[in-house]
């Protein structure tokens, strides 16, 4: 199993488990050893994952952020051809 897949994995176990989350039972549905847990955790750390806990107390994630798209930025002339565009497919389409 890749890194990334790895930490996605124990990120959504962090999600959909039981709080807090023990070590063992992290490492266990993430098939690591606890050193790697304790690595793979301090890594999501760093990437601005909030996980609160330490070991032997159980892990849990305290913030999931949802990703949002940007919003789309269409200029007035841009905004005006799609819909001009649209109006004409649809008389064309009838």
Known sequence: MSRPERLFRLLNALRVLPKPVTAARLARETEVSDRTLYRDIESLRAGGALIDGAPGL???????????????????????????????SAVMCN
């Open 58 to 88: 159980g892990y849990t994630l305290t913030e999931d952020p949802p990703c949002r798209p940007r919003p789309l930025v269409v200029s007035k002339w841009r905004r005006w051809s799609l819909v001009s565009a649209t109006c004409a």
